[in-house]
């Protein structure tokens, strides 16, 4: 799987979390008192939500992704035997103002540029994406900011996908969706998106259906791949 050529895109729809904003941002930030273990907490923590985000929708007991990363940070901190309530929520209010990767603003202006619709389609609350946003100052970039919480269930579901369509007033083939979570990347192909996966860990391919049609390292390459 390598880069690609699409043509015909009107609208590019990006995952958020791992996508637009590091992840790891959050525990690196309080590196001055998790020392050398921010990392591996960072990984458990962002492993945790997700699981918890798949286990809530298959037994329908949705809450929040704010609720869901409190429980996968609570997880965390047990798993490394740190008892230390100011360190947690330091933590959650550092989620608030998570960091973008550096070459994300000016992917999206290129995009912009070419007259391509922008959108976020994410696990997140509302308020947790206007604030990574805003933190980031992409706001006035963005067409449209979409949370699950429109139908109260976890990506992947097929009805979180379909909220782009609706909102964006597109087709699937004139959708990009882009996300650097393998798991994301294929399932929004198996929902009938274009995708390229932003593959910015070297993962290998996921065994499930269907398999994006490109693949890149950074967002600076998606601009290259739409042919207006």
Not at 149 to 156: D, L, T
Request: a neutral charge; hydrophobic letters at 45%; proline letters at 4%.
């Amino acid at each position: 799987m390598g880069g690609c050529t699409m043509k015909g895109i009107k609208a590019c729809v990006f995952d958020a979390y791992g996508t637009l904003f590091d992840v790891n941002s959050v525990a690196r930030a309080a590196r001055d008192v998790l020392g050398n273990n921010w990392l591996p907490l960072s990984e458990l923590w962002r492993m945790k939500q997700l699981q918890y985000t798949w286990l809530r929708s298959l037994i329908g007991k949705h809450a929040d992704f704010w609720q869901v990363t409190e429980d996968a940070l609570d997880f965390a901190m047990s798993s490394f035997a740190i008892n230390d309530v100011s360190l947690r929520n330091r933590l959650m209010n550092l989620y608030l103002g998570i960091s973008a990767y550096p070459e994300v603003t000016d992917t999206l202006i290129r995009l912009k540029t070419k007259g391509i619709k922008l959108a976020i389609l994410s696990n997140g609350t509302p308020q947790m994406l206007a604030s990574a946003v805003n933190n980031s100052r992409l706001a006035q970039l963005f067409d449209a900011i979409l949370s699950v919480e429109e139908v109260g269930i976890f990506k992947p579901h097929p009805s979180v996908y379909q909220l782009a369509m609706d909102r964006l007033s597109v087709t699937q083939e004139e959708v990009c969706f882009i996300s650097s979570n393998g798991w994301d990347a294929f399932s929004a192909k198996a929902f009938g998106f274009r995708v390229i996966w932003c593959n910015r860990l070297s993962q290998v391919k996921e065994r499930i259906p269907e398999a994006p049609d490109g693949e890149i390292r950074d967002l600076s390459a998606l601009p290259d791949c739409l042919v207006c």
